[in-house]
C-alpha cells in the first residue's frame, strides 16, 4: 500500500481525490491538508511515499512548499491543479506527474501505478528543482500554538537542535518545520557552523576568539559560534582578510 | 418765411444724401454706441464732413449764412459723446470762419458749442443707463431747437455791431431753428431705420442660426448615414425656408428634402459636376442660374434653379461630404440663406465628428465588457467542475443545483451586451457566480449582505458588481489561511448634498496593492464606465488595510426613470 498525503485548501476537492484514491485499493490516505503549512508538517512527520499537491493554495503554494521539502526526506510529488498553462508546461518538460482537475481516474490511476514501481524499483526521483520556487518568500513556523509566517529578513539566527529548526527574530524564537539545508538554499541565510545559520544583514558584531574560531552577536543580541570551518568563508564575504 | 422754404429745400439736398450714405457701410458704426477710439474718430470724420456740407448749402442773407451745419455738430455729440461734438464743433466752426463775414467769430463758437451740448445729452443718456434714447428723432429735434437758440444767443453777444447781428438773428433765427431741428430729426430718423433693419436681420439670423444647432444636437451620434442626414436635412429645409436641401457624403446622396425630391434620390451616386468639384478641391460653389449656369445633372424639367455647395470638412481639411441648398427657378437666392449655409456646413462637419468620436467612444466600452466577460477565468470554470464534480457523490441534489447555478452564471455572462441593468439583475447575477463560489470555498468563505430593497431599480452599468465580487474572492479571501468574509452592502447616502446610492464589496484579507499600471484593469474599466455615464463625481475607490479588510465602493446617482 503507497502511504499518501493530500494536500489541497478545497475541500471538495480534497474529497474526491480521496474517494478515487480509495478506490484505487492500492492507495491509503493517511492524511488530508487544506495549506501547505499543515502539509509541510505531515510531510516531515508521516513521511509519505507520495504527495498529491495542488498548486493555488493561500499563502504558500504548492511550488513554495516543494522547494521547503527536504531532499532527503522528499516523497514522491504527484501536481493536481485545474488551470495552470505555465505550471502545467514546466511538468511536461520536466517529465513530471501531474494531474488535472476535475481528475480522470484512468488518468489517476496509471499515475499511481507509476509511482508504485519507481518505488519498487527504488529508482532516483524525479529532479523537482526547475519547477520549485527559488527563494522563499514566506518561511512557515510554529509558536506556541499558533502557525505564523516569517519573512526571511526577520529571522537573524537559525539554529538546528535535538528538538528541530529554531530561529530566533529579534522577539521570538520560533519552531520551523524547514531543513537548515533548505533554509540556506532558499533564503538569505548564510551557514557558519554545522548548526547554526546567520542573516548576513543582522550581524552587529564578530568576535574573533583564541582557537581561530568566532562567535557573531546579532542586533538583538542573539549570539551564534562561527566555526573555523566557516570563519574563513565569512570573512571573505565581508572583505576581512 | 420764403427763407424757411429756401432752408428746407436745401435741407432736402442734405438729407437726400445723407439717405444715399446710409446705403452704404458708413453708416453701420453709427448704429451702435460704444466708446471705442477707432469709432470716435470714424464719428468725428463723418459729422465733421457733414457739418462742413452744412455750411456749403448755405443761403446767403444779410452778409451771413442760413444754414444747416448745426445738424452735423449736434448730431456728432449726441452720438459720439462731447469729446466728438466738441471736434466735430470746432472743425465746422473753424471752416465756417475761414470763409469771413462779419458773424465768422460767432458762428465758430456757436457751432463748437453746439458740438458740445450734443455731447451733453449724450452724457445724460448714458449716465442714465438709456443709451437707447439717443437714437429717439424727437430728442434729437429739441437738443438741436436749444442749440440753435444757444446760436442765436451768441450771434448777438458776440457779432459786431450789434445792431446788424440783430437784424441778421430775427431774418433767419425762425428758418434756421426749424429747418435744423427738422433735419436732425430726419438724420436721427434714417438713422434709426438702418438700425432696425440691421438689428432685424441679425436676430432673424441668429435665431435660425441657433434653431437649427439646438434641434440637430446629437443627431450623427448614431453614424453618418441616410438616416441621420434625413432627419438634419429636414430640419434645415424647415428653418431656412429653401426650395430643397440635399446632404451628400462624398460617393451618393444621403439625403434630399424638398423641390426635386422625386428625382434627386437618397443612395443614388453623385452626378452633379459642382458637387465632384466641392468634393474634390474642399471649395464652396455657388451656381446661381444666371452669372454661373444651373440646371439639375438627373432631369432637364427639374424646377430647381440655382444651387449653393459646401463642403463638409474633417478637422484635418478632408472633404466628408457637402450640404447642397438649392432654390427654384422663380426664386431668389439670399444672401441670408446663403450666409447660413456656411454656417451649417460647419455645424455638420463639427457634428458628424463629435458622432463620431462618442460612437468610437461606446464602441470601445462595449469591446471592453466583451473582453470582460471573456476574461471568465478558467481557474475558476475548471475549479468549479472540480467542486462538481466531488459534490455529485455526496450530494447530486446540490450538484444539480450548482450546474444550474453555473448555467446562469454564464448565460448571464453571454447576454449582457446591454449598457445597464438594475442592482437586482446584476445581483443575481453575481449571486449565481457567489453560490458557486461559496460552494467551492465551503467552510472558508462566509457571505453577509446588506441591501436596502428600496434601490434594487436603480440602473447600474452592467458587469459592474462582479469583477469586484471575482477579485475580492480571487485576491482576497481565498488567499486567507482562515475564515474568508465577504461583505456586500447597498445602501443610500448624501454626498454633496445629493442623494448617491453606494454598493460596497468588503473582504477580510486587505491584500489590495495600489497597481503600478492601471489601464485596462477590471476595476479600472468599472470604474470608466460610471464615470462615462455619470460624471466624475462618480465611480470606484478601493481602500485598503492591510491584513484587515479590502473595500471597494461604487457610488452612482440616482436618475429619474
Given at each position: 500500500?503507497?502511504?499518501?498525503?493530500?494536500?489541497?485548501?478545497?475541500?471538495?476537492?480534497?474529497?474526491?481525490?480521496?474517494?478515487?484514491?480509495?478506490?484505487?485499493?492500492?492507495?491509503?490516505?493517511?492524511?488530508?491538508?487544506?495549506?501547505?503549512?499543515?502539509?509541510?508538517?505531515?510531510?516531515?512527520?508521516?513521511?509519505?511515499?507520495?504527495?498529491?499537491?495542488?498548486?493555488?493554495?493561500?499563502?504558500?503554494?504548492?511550488?513554495?512548499?516543494?522547494?521547503?521539502?527536504?531532499?532527503?526526506?522528499?516523497?514522491?510529488?504527484?501536481?493536481?491543479?485545474?488551470?495552470?498553462?505555465?505550471?502545467?508546461?514546466?511538468?511536461?518538460?520536466?517529465?513530471?506527474?501531474?494531474?488535472?482537475?476535475?481528475?480522470?481516474?484512468?488518468?489517476?490511476?496509471?499515475?499511481?501505478?507509476?509511482?508504485?514501481?519507481?518505488?519498487?524499483?527504488?529508482?532516483?526521483?524525479?529532479?523537482?528543482?526547475?519547477?520549485?520556487?527559488?527563494?522563499?518568500?514566506?518561511?512557515?513556523?510554529?509558536?506556541?500554538?499558533?502557525?505564523?509566517?516569517?519573512?526571511p529578513s526577520e529571522i537573524e539566527i537559525a539554529?538546528?537542535?535535538?528538538?528541530?529548526?529554531?530561529l530566533l527574530t529579534?522577539?521570538?524564537?520560533?519552531?520551523?518545520?524547514?531543513?537548515?539545508?533548505?533554509?540556506?538554499?532558499?533564503t538569505v541565510l548564510i551557514?557558519?557552523?554545522?548548526?547554526?545559520l546567520i542573516n548576513p544583514s543582522c550581524i552587529?558584531?564578530?568576535?574573533?576568539?583564541?582557537?581561530?574560531?568566532?562567535?557573531i552577536?546579532t542586533k538583538?543580541?542573539?549570539?551564534a559560534?562561527?566555526?573555523?570551518?566557516?570563519?574563513?568563508?565569512?570573512?571573505?564575504?565581508?572583505?576581512?582578510? | 418765411?420764403?427763407?424757411?422754404?429756401?432752408?428746407?429745400?436745401?435741407?432736402?439736398?442734405?438729407?437726400?444724401?445723407?439717405?444715399?450714405?446710409?446705403?452704404?457701410?458708413?453708416?453701420?458704426?453709427?448704429?451702435?454706441?460704444?466708446?471705442?477710439?477707432?469709432?470716435?474718430?470714424?464719428?468725428?470724420?463723418?459729422?465733421?464732413?457733414?457739418?462742413?456740407?452744412?455750411?456749403?448749402?448755405?443761403?446767403?442773407?444779410?452778409?451771413?449764412?442760413?444754414?444747416?451745419?448745426?445738424?452735423?455738430?449736434?448730431?456728432?455729440?449726441?452720438?459720439?459723446?462731447?469729446?466728438?461734438?466738441?471736434?466735430?464743433?470746432?472743425?465746422?466752426?473753424?471752416?465756417?470762419?475761414?470763409?469771413?463775414?462779419?458773424?465768422?467769430?460767432?458762428?465758430?463758437?456757436?457751432?463748437?458749442?453746439?458740438?458740445?451740448?450734443?455731447?451733453?445729452?449724450?452724457?445724460?443718456?448714458?449716465?442714465?443707463?438709456?443709451?437707447?434714447?439717443?437714437?429717439?428723432?424727437?430728442?434729437?429735434?429739441?437738443?438741436?431747437?436749444?442749440?440753435?437758440?444757444?446760436?442765436?444767443?451768441?450771434?448777438?453777444?458776440?457779432?459786431?455791431?450789434?445792431?446788424?447781428?440783430?437784424?441778421?438773428?430775427?431774418?433767419?433765427?425762425?428758418?434756421?431753428?426749424?429747418?435744423?431741428?427738422?433735419?436732425?430729426?430726419?438724420?436721427?430718423?434714417?438713422?434709426?431705420?438702418?438700425?432696425?433693419?440691421?438689428?432685424?436681420?441679425?436676430?432673424?439670423?441668429?435665431?435660425?442660426?441657433?434653431?437649427?444647432?439646438?434641434?440637430?444636437?446629437?443627431?450623427?451620434?448614431?453614424?453618418?448615414?441616410?438616416?441621420?442626414?434625413?432627419?438634419?436635412?429636414?430640419?434645415?429645409?424647415?428653418?431656412?425656408?429653401?426650395?430643397?436641401?440635399?446632404?451628400?457624403?462624398?460617393?451618393?446622396?444621403?439625403?434630399?428634402?424638398?423641390?426635386?425630391?422625386?428625382?434627386?434620390?437618397?443612395?443614388?451616386?453623385?452626378?452633379?459636376?459642382?458637387?465632384?468639384?466641392?468634393?474634390?478641391?474642399?471649395?464652396?460653389?455657388?451656381?446661381?442660374?444666371?452669372?454661373?449656369?444651373?440646371?439639375?445633372?438627373?432631369?432637364?424639367?427639374?424646377?430647381?434653379?440655382?444651387?449653393?455647395?459646401?463642403?463638409?470638412?474633417?478637422?484635418?481639411?478632408?472633404?466628408?461630404?457637402?450640404?447642397?441648398?438649392?432654390?427654384?427657378?422663380?426664386?431668389?437666392?439670399?444672401?441670408?440663406?446663403?450666409?447660413?449655409?456656411?454656417?451649417?456646413?460647419?455645424?455638420?462637419?463639427?457634428?458628424?465628428?463629435?458622432?463620431?468620436?462618442?460612437?468610437?467612444?461606446?464602441?470601445?466600452?462595449?469591446?471592453?465588457?466583451?473582453?470582460?466577460?471573456?476574461?471568465?477565468?478558467?481557474?475558476?470554470?475548471?475549479?468549479?467542475?472540480?467542486?462538481?464534480?466531488?459534490?455529485?457523490?455526496?450530494?447530486?441534489?446540490?450538484?444539480?443545483?450548482?450546474?444550474?447555478?453555473?448555467?446562469?452564471?454564464?448565460?448571464?455572462?453571454?447576454?449582457?451586451?446591454?449598457?445597464?441593468?438594475?442592482?437586482?439583475?446584476?445581483?443575481?447575477?453575481?449571486?449565481?457566480?457567489?453560490?458557486?463560489?461559496?460552494?467551492?470555498?465551503?467552510?472558508?468563505?462566509?457571505?453577509?449582505?446588506?441591501?436596502?430593497?428600496?434601490?434594487?431599480?436603480?440602473?447600474?452599468?452592467?458587469?459592474?458588481?462582479?469583477?469586484?465580487?471575482?477579485?475580492?474572492?480571487?485576491?482576497?479571501?481565498?488567499?486567507?489561511?482562515?475564515?474568508?468574509?465577504?461583505?456586500?452592502?447597498?445602501?443610500?447616502?448624501?454626498?454633496?448634498?445629493?442623494?448617491?446610492?453606494?454598493?460596497?464589496?468588503?473582504?477580510?484579507?486587505?491584500?489590495?496593492?495600489?497597481?503600478?499600471?492601471?489601464?485596462?484593469?477590471?476595476?479600472?474599466?468599472?470604474?470608466?464606465?460610471?464615470?462615462?455615464?455619470?460624471?466624475?463625481?462618480?465611480?470606484?475607490?478601493?481602500?485598503?488595510?492591510?491584513?484587515?479588510?479590502?473595500?471597494?465602493?461604487?457610488?452612482?446617482?440616482?436618475?429619474?426613470?
Amino acid at each position: 500500500m503507497l502511504k499518501a498525503i493530500i494536500i489541497d485548501d478545497e475541500l471538495y476537492a480534497r474529497e474526491e481525490l480521496n474517494e478515487l484514491l480509495v478506490e484505487n485499493k492500492n492507495v491509503e490516505v493517511i492524511a488530508e491538508c487544506s495549506n501547505a503549512i499543515e502539509g509541510l508538517k505531515a510531510i516531515n512527520s508521516l513521511k509519505p511515499d507520495v504527495v498529491f499537491l495542488d498548486i493555488q493554495m493561500p499563502q504558500v503554494t504548492g511550488l513554495e512548499l516543494l522547494s521547503m521539502l527536504d531532499p532527503e526526506t522528499m516523497p514522491i510529488v504527484v501536481f493536481v491543479t485545474a488551470y495552470d498553462q505555465y505550471a502545467v508546461k514546466a511538468f511536461e518538460d520536466n517529465a513530471l506527474d501531474y494531474l488535472l482537475k476535475p481528475v480522470d481516474t484512468a488518468r489517476l490511476n496509471k499515475t499511481i501505478k507509476r509511482v508504485q514501481l519507481s518505488l519498487e524499483k527504488e529508482a532516483a526521483l524525479p529532479d523537482y528543482t526547475p519547477v520549485a520556487t527559488q527563494q522563499l518568500e514566506l518561511i512557515p513556523c510554529t509558536g506556541f500554538q499558533r502557525v505564523l509566517l516569517l519573512e526571511p529578513s526577520e529571522i537573524e539566527i537559525a539554529t538546528s537542535e535535538q528538538t528541530g529548526v529554531h530561529l530566533l527574530t529579534s522577539e521570538d524564537k520560533l519552531t520551523a518545520s524547514l531543513s537548515l539545508k533548505v533554509l540556506e538554499e532558499k533564503t538569505v541565510l548564510i551557514r557558519c557552523h554545522r548548526q547554526y545559520l546567520i542573516n548576513p544583514s543582522c550581524i552587529r558584531e564578530i568576535k574573533f576568539l583564541d582557537n581561530g574560531s568566532a562567535e557573531i552577536i546579532t542586533k538583538s543580541n542573539h549570539s551564534a559560534p562561527v566555526s573555523r570551518r566557516y570563519l574563513k568563508l565569512i570573512k571573505d564575504r565581508f572583505g576581512l582578510a | 418765411m420764403e427763407t424757411i422754404i429756401l432752408l428746407l429745400q436745401q435741407l432736402c439736398v442734405y438729407v437726400v444724401i445723407t439717405y444715399l450714405l446710409s446705403k452704404t457701410p458708413v453708416f453701420i458704426p453709427l448704429t451702435f454706441i460704444s466708446g471705442r477710439s477707432s469709432h470716435r474718430i470714424a464719428f468725428y470724420l463723418l459729422f465733421s464732413s457733414f457739418c462742413i456740407l452744412g455750411t456749403y448749402f448755405s443761403l446767403s442773407i444779410e452778409n451771413a449764412l442760413a444754414n444747416t451745419r448745426a445738424i452735423g455738430a449736434v448730431m456728432g455729440g449726441l452720438l459720439g459723446g462731447p469729446l466728438v461734438g466738441f471736434a466735430v464743433g470746432l472743425t465746422g466752426g473753424m471752416h465756417r470762419y475761414s470763409m469771413g463775414g462779419f458773424t465768422d467769430v460767432a458762428c465758430a463758437i456757436s457751432t463748437t458749442a453746439e458740438g458740445l451740448i450734443g455731447g451733453l445729452l449724450h452724457i445724460y443718456y448714458v449716465r442714465k443707463g438709456k443709451v437707447d434714447n439717443i437714437f429717439k428723432p424727437m430728442g434729437a429735434f429739441y437738443i438741436t431747437l436749444v442749440a440753435e437758440i444757444v446760436q442765436m444767443v451768441i450771434i448777438l453777444l458776440v457779432a459786431k455791431p450789434f445792431d446788424q447781428a440783430l437784424m441778421l438773428v430775427e431774418a433767419i433765427a425762425l428758418p434756421m431753428i426749424i429747418a435744423n431741428s427738422i433735419g436732425a430729426a430726419l438724420f436721427m430718423s434714417i438713422i434709426q431705420d438702418k438700425k432696425t433693419i440691421f438689428e432685424r436681420n441679425y436676430t432673424a439670423f441668429s435665431n435660425k442660426a441657433l434653431r437649427i444647432a439646438q434641434s440637430t444636437v446629437g443627431f450623427f451620434n448614431q453614424g453618418f448615414n441616410q438616416e441621420s442626414c434625413h432627419s438634419m436635412a429636414s430640419v434645415i429645409y424647415n428653418e431656412t425656408g429653401v426650395g430643397a436641401v440635399s446632404i451628400t457624403d462624398r460617393d451618393k446622396i444621403l439625403a434630399f428634402i424638398g423641390i426635386g425630391a422625386s428625382h434627386h434620390l437618397p443612395g443614388t451616386a453623385i452626378s452633379s459636376g459642382y458637387t465632384m468639384r466641392a468634393i474634390e478641391h474642399g471649395e464652396i460653389i455657388y451656381a446661381d442660374g444666371y452669372e454661373t449656369g444651373y440646371q439639375c445633372s438627373i432631369d432637364s424639367a427639374c424646377k430647381l434653379g440655382s444651387v449653393l455647395v459646401i463642403p463638409l470638412l474633417e478637422a484635418d481639411g478632408r472633404v466628408l461630404g457637402t450640404i447642397k441648398l438649392y432654390e427654384p427657378k422663380k426664386k431668389l437666392f439670399s444672401k441670408l440663406n446663403r450666409n447660413l449655409g456656411v454656417g451649417l456646413a460647419k455645424l455638420i462637419s463639427n457634428q458628424i465628428l463629435t458622432g463620431r468620436y462618442i460612437q468610437q467612444q461606446t464602441l470601445l466600452s462595449q469591446s471592453e465588457i466583451r473582453l470582460l466577460h471573456a476574461q471568465v477565468n478558467p481557474h475558476f470554470l475548471f475549479n468549479t467542475l472540480n467542486t462538481i464534480s466531488a459534490v455529485t457523490r455526496k450530494d447530486p441534489q446540490k450538484a444539480r443545483q450548482l450546474i444550474q447555478h453555473l448555467s446562469q452564471f454564464f448565460r448571464s455572462n453571454l447576454k449582457q451586451d446591454i449598457e445597464q441593468v438594475t442592482i437586482k439583475e446584476e445581483l443575481t447575477h453575481v449571486h449565481s457566480y457567489l453560490e458557486i463560489e461559496l460552494a467551492r470555498f465551503a467552510e472558508r468563505l462566509t457571505l453577509s449582505e446588506h441591501i436596502d430593497q428600496t434601490l434594487l431599480s436603480i440602473k447600474i452599468p452592467t458587469f459592474t458588481l462582479q469583477p469586484l465580487i471575482e477579485n475580492a474572492i480571487k485576491h482576497g479571501t481565498s488567499t486567507l489561511l482562515g475564515q474568508g468574509e465577504l461583505k456586500i452592502n447597498v445602501y443610500l447616502t448624501e454626498q454633496h448634498n445629493t442623494n448617491v446610492v453606494v454598493l460596497e464589496v468588503i473582504d477580510n484579507a486587505g491584500c489590495y496593492k495600489k497597481p503600478v499600471d492601471s489601464s485596462g484593469l477590471g476595476t479600472q474599466i468599472v470604474d470608466k464606465r460610471i464615470k462615462n455615464q455619470y460624471g466624475e463625481q462618480y465611480g470606484l475607490t478601493l481602500s485598503c488595510v492591510p491584513n484587515k479588510f479590502t473595500k471597494a465602493t461604487i457610488t452612482v446617482p440616482i436618475l429619474s426613470n
